[in-house]
């Protein structure tokens, strides 16, 4: 039904059926927007004569006449999209008005003030959304009309003779900017009112935050018309706005806020600042108990919390709109376990409804305690939207883009937001407000979209034109530029960058149960790349069944193991042929000899510090396999920059060291033109054995200790870049002799296995041969993206890939997200590879392994794991049990 109709008319028609209050109208489908677009933007054959008998249909039921000047018919306007897109179109209300039917509204209501300020509102409305006009063109006028009432006057001040001479310059900005009148017969004001709607669908609000949220944009909007019903005529009106749960925190209790004598977009704005729904309660007792039972039953029948849009008329309670409501992470966690409890969801359904963005927010930093305890607060707010912000202060969406595009990171700042602002609200880190409540835009779409939000900080004064705020209360002055600190949980902003500090997830039971069910229900197991034994034990606290990639190069560059690992490569080449001479029987000379000793005193020294690190993470992970991978990067890693060694030894010139000619000379042998596609990976450990043998003998030997302490050691073995299956035979071989030493010596059994990443395209087309002599295999999927386009990462991901995404090139950044001809090939090494071997482990090692568009593709492939970094963990668990579920959460968007 909501493809059809829309959201919000697929809302009201299921209210209007399941006989709740709502005003009599009717729907213009997305199928007739499309139509619309389709035959060149016109409306197609026979929709005006049906909505002219929809029109008829609604008269009957209200018993009003459309244009009819002594009952007037007077309509909204609504869009509404398959998926709710805030403010893509303001609505239009009072359409149907003109200086006739005005009359009319004015004799039935007796309220002239009413009648005339339901006129003004429609005028300027109409003109700016429809007609094209800019809004500021009416501010001026209204805002001097208040002023001639003192200062601080509201809108309520305003007499008829205001309004009304309000109306005539209105209808003169109108004929002036949009060079037409204003159009007087509503079935114009209703044909184009119509048209605009469809026109939005391809505004560029639209368009933006449809490219944001990956929202199709062949969907088409659908067009709401409704019957007016008005808060805005008197004490016992009102309008609002609630959640049938808090959407910040998920508690069950009714949340939102309302206003007197109010009309439509009055709370959003934030143009006076509404009431607590709790006050409606004794303000309007029958009215609130009505409302409240619809809420329940809304809830009920949607199994979820609705967002939902009131007004009161005359005592009068009317339902504007139900939606599935926008909810914080934390919220949406809350709200799922609890549902559960209740029986209205099951945990099926709990794990579909929760976004891996919402988790990975979870897990987002907050400010330091300490720091901010010692910070200076500057301004207090409304929490609108949780989390920790820091950026510098700019006043403006384009000023946002631009400067976070040269690698600022700023917070936004506005008197209050619109839709056109949503781009700057999407690159700010945070978003801070002067005016708006808990449910104005800012406030609804940074909970959406994730970012931290202070709204309704009404003590700040901005002044957009010499960018600046100051606040009142703190008397700190604030310009574009300064850094800021905004915190969207407490509302508080503070002056200049406070540190933060992570989430713990330890402090989550409720993620941690929603996770439990995930787990219940995911076929994937999920690990994790750590190279420490602490991180280690963080994964494991996240849930990591296993470590996918444990980096043994890390653990070269640490402290005095950069100078043994150094002192070894300086003559690892001259050793190694040394060592290859008396392989051959040949006698070493004594510069040979030498070589040799040094060469092996400083592998002795590493293997000794290398078993002690692969001790420290076998036992945190007892019980649990671990892939370690061998030495990988090309050598000149953990040489000195060859430049800077050159410049080094000219600049001292006759007085440079002996050592450090020796050095500069080795740095030049060993540069390489293209050193990722040079020296590395399985490649350097044939060349040079003994790296990757005393990384064997470690690796076992710590296994052996770690089992003789009582734990469960389980190693495996990687080595990487294997592109030829001869390649990993040689390595083999070489590895098998040291394996089979190290435990006869010890007279142990010990768990291990040999296995190979797949991350050179060759290799996946002779999966199936490397498979023979490979116990599992492990996708390196930077390495196998980078290859298989062609492109070098690090040059690619700070150049041209960005642009290539913008322009819509490339899809998508293939090292974020797999792109699917890798997915291809992973499906392919997969199939051979467990053709030669059945039940072959398979993996992925690669940092998409904690991306949830590919964690999908990796359970279609039919892997058995993912393993991505630590704090990802709780994020792939998830994603792992929605890729399991035909009925995951993903939307086809
Ligand atoms: P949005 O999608 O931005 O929420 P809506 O179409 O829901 O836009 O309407 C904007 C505002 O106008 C809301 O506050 C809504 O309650 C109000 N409104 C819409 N239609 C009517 C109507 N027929 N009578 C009274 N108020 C209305
Ligand atoms: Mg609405
Ligand atoms: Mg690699």
């Known amino acids: 039904m909501k493809d059809l109709l829309g959201g919000k008319g697929a809302g009201l028609a299921e209210m209007t059926n399941a006989g709740l209050p709502t005003p009599p109208g009717f729907t213009i489908t997305t199928e007739a927007c499309n139509d619309y677009f389709e035959a060149g933007k016109t409306l197609p054959a026979g929709l005006w004569e049906d909505v002219l008998e929809a029109v008829k249909a609604v008269e009957t039921g209200t018993g009003k006449g459309f244009g009819d000047p002594r009952n ?26 003109n200086e006739q039917t005005l009359e009319g509204l004015v004799a039935l209501t007796g309220n002239e003030r009413f009648g005339w300020d339901a006129y003004r ?45 309000l109306v005539a310059v209105s209808k003169q900005v109108v004929a002036e900017d949009a060079g037409r009148e204003f159009p007087t017969d509503p079935d114009e ?169 919402q988790v990975d927010q979870l897990l987002r930093d907050q400010f330091d305690p300490i720091a901010r305890k010692a910070a200076k607060q500057i301004a207090k707010g409304l929490n609108a939207s949780p989390g920790a912000a820091v950026g510098r202060a700019v006043f403006n969406a384009d000023v946002a883009v631009e400067w976070v595009a040269r690698g600022e990171t700023v917070v936004l700042v506005r ?127 996240y849930g990591a069944q296993g470590i996918g990639l444990c980096r043994t190069e890390h653990m070269f560059r640490e402290g005095e193991r950069l100078e043994i690992v150094r002192g070894a490569i300086l003559v690892a080449n001259a050793a190694t042929r040394a060592k290859a001479k008396t392989a051959a029987g040949e006698a070493l000379d004594v510069d040979e000899a030498a070589v040799v000793a040094q060469f092996d005193a400083a592998m002795d020294k590493l293997e000794v510090l290398q078993q002690g690190d692969f001790e420290g ?123 089979e030493a190290v435990v006869a010596k010890a007279g142990e059994t010990i768990d291990f296995k040999f296995g190979t990443m797949i991350e050179i395209p060759r290799a996946v087309w002779v999966a199936d041969q490397i498979a023979e002599h490979a116990e599992f295999f492990s996708f390196g999927t930077n390495d196998l993206t980078q290859m298989t386009f062609g492109y070098s990462r690090d040059d690619a991901e700070g150049g041209f890939l960005l642009k290539y995404v913008e322009d819509g090139i490339l899809p998508e950044n293939p090292f974020q997200t797999l792109d699917d001809v890798i997915a291809d090939e992973m499906q392919m090494a997969v199939d051979r590879g467990r053709a030669a071997r059945p039940g072959l482990k398979v993996g992925i090692c690669g940092e998409h392994g904690g991306d949830p568009a590919s964690i999908h593709k990796c359970e279609k492939i039919g892997l058995n794991y993912v393993s991505c970094s630590p704090f990802r963990i709780p994020v792939a668990r998830l994603a792992a049990a929605q890729a399991a579920m035909s009925d995951g959460a993903f939307r086809d968007k």
Request: aromatic share 6%; with cysteine; charged share 25%.
């Open 72 to 97: 007037p018919l007077l309509v909204s306007v609504r869009s509404g999209a398959k998926f709710s897109m805030p403010g893509m179109m303001d609505t239009v209300l009072n359409l149907g008005l």
């Open 121 to 165: 509102r429609f005028i300027q409305m109409f003109g700016r959304i429809v007609m094209g006009v800019d809004g500021e063109r009416f501010e001026h006028p209204l805002q001097a009309r208040k002023d001639l009432h003192g200062p601080g006057a509201k809108d309520t001040d305003l007499t008829v003779d205001d309004l009304k001479a």
């Open 189 to 357: 004001q209703l044909d184009l009112a119509i048209k605009a709607v469809f026109a939005s669908w391809f505004g560029k609000r639209a368009n933006d935050y449809r490219n944001s949220q990956k929202i199709a944009h062949d969907l088409g909007t659908a067009v709401n018309v409704v019957t007016m019903v008005y808060g805005n005529m008197g004490d016992d009106s009102g309008t609002g706005v609630a959640f049938t749960r808090d959407p910040n925190t998920g508690e069950k209790l009714l949340y939102g806020e309302y206003l007197v004598n109010a009309q439509g977009e009055d709370v959003v704005a934030g143009i006076r600042t509404p009431e607590k729904i709790s006050h409606l309660a004794e303000e309007m007792p029958e009215a609130y108990a009505e409302f409240q039972r619809i809420a329940n039953q809304l809830e009920k029948h949607y199994k979820d919390v609705q967002d939902l849009e009131f007004t009161i008329e005359r005592g009068k309670l009317y339902m504007l709109q139900t939606r599935s409501a926008k909810r914080t992470a934390a919220a949406a966690v809350k709200i799922a376990v609890d549902m559960v409890g209740e029986g209205l969801i099951d945990r099926r359904e709990a794990v579909g409804r929760i976004e891996p963005a």
């Open 415 to 541: 008197v209050e937001t619109s839709p056109d602002d949503f781009h700057g609200m999407a690159v700010a880190q945070g978003i801070l407000t002067a005016r708006g409540g808990a449910t104005s835009h800012a406030a609804v779409v940074a909970r959406q979209i994730g970012k931290p939000c202070v709204a309704g900080c009404a003590e700040l004064v901005v002044d957009y034109a010499t960018r600046t705020a100051r606040s009142t209360v703190s008397g700190t002055d604030l310009a574009e530029g300064d850094w800021i600190s905004v915190d969207g949980s407490t509302g508080e902003v503070f002056l200049g960058a406070l540190p933060t500090v992570s989430a713990r997830f330890e402090d989550q039971p409720e993620l941690q149960t929603v996770l439990g069910w995930a787990d219940e229900i995911r076929r994937l197991q999920i690990w994790t790349n750590a190279d420490k034994p602490e991180e280690a034990a963080q994964a494991r606290s």
């Open 617 to 739: 993470i076998l036992a945190a992970m007892s019980g649990l396999p671990v892939v370690v991978r061998l030495i990988d990067p090309p050598l000149h890693e953990f040489l000195p920059n060859l430049e800077e060694q050159l410049v080094k030894v000219t600049k001292a010139g006759d007085a440079a060291t002996a050592e450090d000619r020796e050095l500069l000379a080795t740095i030049r042998s060993m540069h390489e033109q293209n050193p990722m596609l040079g020296l590395r990976g399985c490649r350097l450990g044939l060349m040079i054995p003994d790296f990757v043998k005393i990384q064997t003998r470690a690796i076992l030997n710590a296994a052996v200790a770690v089992k003789r302490a009582g734990k469960d050691p389980r190693p495996e073995i990687m080595i990487p870049l294997v592109g030829h299956v001869n390649e990993l035979i040689a390595t083999r071989a070489l590895l098998d002799a040291e394996a």
